[in-house]
């Protein structure tokens, strides 16, 4: 039976031993996992930029590269869940690939029902994470922090710069009235806003945010409607 963790989520397995790859790769196609493989570092860093991954099995030991090295690079501009897999089972090496950014680390030979329960583990702890996370594009608004980041960048923004943007964001593609921003920007005692904090909070957001501030990609204009976010796209 397809367990309900997986969702049609995509597992990444970067392993050189064809046979462990094929064995784990029909394990989670059982499961209902869509599964991508590579055997070489060259090879995933293709499937990465052709797939959308949710989770990544990598073996540290590759024909054109350490998986560490390749862990740290994923980690400067990709949170992706990774789970190690390798021959040493020194706690050193255990303790140098979570430092590398692996959020799971497991020594060969392993069962592969421990590495599936691994798996589902770390993909429940993920969506628990995302629920507070809203995506757009290059851009993440943390609703736990609410802090506002494009890509690993955090752009500071103002209590109401975080409203304007969480209205935007979560309406994404959406034509949005400026009657209909302004209410969002209600205080929580359902105070009126002035209709002027709309523009002027429009225009610093633009300017943290757009390449060109005075000819806007990301936070539209609708003439004589209000605006929507395009998110860069």
């Known amino acids: 039976m397809v367990r309900e963790i997986n969702n049609m989520k995509t597992i990444l397995i970067l392993e050189d031993d064809e046979n462990l790859s094929r064995g784990i790769a029909f394990t989670f196609e059982r499961d209902g996992y869509d599964v991508v493989s590579a055997g070489s570092i060259k090879d995933g860093k293709r ?7 949710d989770i990544i099995i990598l073996d540290l030991g590759l024909p054109d590269g350490n998986g560490m090295d390749l862990c740290k690079e994923i980690r400067t501009h990709s949170k992706v869940p990774i789970i190690m897999l390798t021959a040493c089972d020194l706690e050193t090496d255990e303790v140098s690939g979570l430092l590398a950014g692996a959020d799971d680390y497991i020594t ?5 029902s421990v590495l599936r329960a691994r798996v589902e583990a770390l993909l429940r702890r993920t969506e628990a994470e995302n629920r507070h996370i809203i995506l757009s594009s290059k851009y993440r608004l943390d609703t736990n922090l609410c802090k506002f980041f494009r890509e690993a960048e955090e752009i500071p923004i103002s209590a109401t710069e975080y409203k304007l943007l969480y209205f935007l964001m979560t309406n994404t593609g959406q034509v949005l009235s400026k009657e209909q921003i302004l209410s969002s ?10 209709e002027n904090t ?17 000819n806007p990609h990301i936070i539209k204009t609708i003439h004589g409607i209000g605006y929507i976010w395009n998110g860069g796209m």
């Open 47 to 53: 499937m990465l930029e052709q797939h959308k991954i």
């Open 108 to 112: 060969k030979p392993f069962s592969l």
């Open 185 to 194: 920007l209600w205080d929580n005692e359902g105070n009126f806003v002035d």
């Open 198 to 214: 709309l523009p002027v909070n429009i225009s610093r957001l633009r300017a943290k945010l757009e390449d060109d501030p005075k």
